[in-house]
C-alpha cells in the first residue's frame, strides 16, 4: 500500500469514530447570548466531560446541540449527518440520546412502562455490525434498582432512582452517543456511585457519552477527555488525567 493510501486509510477509520462534532455553536435565550463559538467531538467508545460552574452553558450546550433551543447557530454533525436545523425527534430518532437534569419521567407510568416509551428499533454501526440493543431485562441488570420496583410509578421514586430511570429510557432507544446532563446533581453518594459504574460499564460496552458535570471527582471517575466552560465559552480542552494534575485551570474554572 502506498503511504497517500495508508493515510487515507488511516483518515477514514478516524473519521468513522468520529460520532459528533460540533463546530462554532452559537445559542441565545431570548436576546442573551449564552454559547459563543463552541466547538468540541465525540468519538466512538469515549466519555467526554463538559465541565463549568453553575451557569457555564453546560446544560444550554447539549440542549443546543439536541436542537431543543428556538435560536442557535454553527455546525453540528452527528454520524457525518448535518442535524444543525433538525428537530429534537429528529435527532433522537437517528440515535442522539438525551437525559436531562430534571428527568422528566412519566409519574403515573411503572418503570416498565417508562422504559417502553423510550423504546427504538435496534440500530447497527455505519460498517453494518451490530450496536447496543437495550432490551429491559439487561437494563434491570445495569440498574438493580429499577429491577426490583418494575410496577412502581414513577412518581414515588427518590431523586436518585428517578435520574436512573431516565438514563435506562434513553438507552431504549438505543442511542450511539448519549448526553447526560449533571448525573451527580443531588443525588446520594451511593446514587452516584451507581451512576459512575454504569457509566463505565457503557463505555466498556463501546457507548460514547458527552457528559456535563461539575463534580470534578466523578468526572475524573469516568472521563476520558474534558472541555472546560466559562461564560459560554471554552477555556480549557485536554485529557481529563491533564485537567487533574492543572490547579491554576481547576482553580480559576471550576473550583466555587
Do not use: C
Amino acid at each position: 500500500m502506498s503511504t497517500l493510501a495508508s493515510r487515507s486509510s488511516t483518515a477514514s477509520a478516524a473519521d468513522a469514530n468520529l460520532l459528533l462534532k460540533v463546530q462554532d455553536l452559537n445559542a441565545w435565550y431570548g436576546a442573551a447570548h449564552i454559547l459563543f463559538d463552541v466547538s468540541l467531538d465525540v468519538r466512538r467508545g469515549e466519555v467526554v466531560a463538559l465541565m463549568g460552574r453553575n451557569g457555564a452553558g453546560k446544560s444550554t450546550t447539549l440542549k443546543a446541540i439536541m436542537g431543543m433551543l428556538a435560536k442557535r447557530r454553527g455546525n453540528i454533525a452527528f454520524m457525518g449527518q448535518d442535524i444543525s436545523s433538525r428537530e429534537p425527534f429528529e435527532v433522537a430518532r437517528m440515535g442522539l440520546g438525551f437525559v436531562p437534569e430534571d428527568r422528566r419521567v412519566f409519574t403515573d407510568l411503572s418503570v416498565t412502562e417508562n422504559l417502553e416509551v423510550g423504546r427504538q428499533p435496534a440500530r447497527k454501526w455505519p460498517d453494518g455490525t451490530d450496536a447496543l440493543n437495550w432490551q429491559p431485562e439487561a437494563l434491570y441488570k445495569l440498574f438493580p434498582n429499577l429491577g426490583e420496583m418494575r410496577n412502581r410509578p414513577g412518581g414515588q421514586m427518590s431523586g436518585g432512582e428517578q435520574q436512573m430511570l431516565t438514563v435506562a429510557r434513553t438507552l431504549m432507544g438505543n442511542p450511539f452517543v448519549v448526553l447526560l446532563d449533571e448525573p451527580s446533581e443531588g443525588v446520594a453518594p451511593v446514587i452516584v456511585e451507581q451512576m459512575a459504574q454504569m457509566i463505565l460499564e457503557l463505555k466498556a460496552r463501546g457507548a460514547s457519552i458527552l457528559l456535563s458535570e461539575q463534580n470534578v471527582h466523578f468526572a475524573e471517575l469516568v472521563s476520558d477527555r474534558v472541555y472546560v466552560l466559562e461564560k459560554g465559552q471554552i477555556r480549557y480542552t485536554g485529557s481529563m488525567a491533564e485537567l487533574a494534575e492543572n490547579e491554576e485551570v481547576r482553580r480559576a474554572y471550576l473550583t466555587v
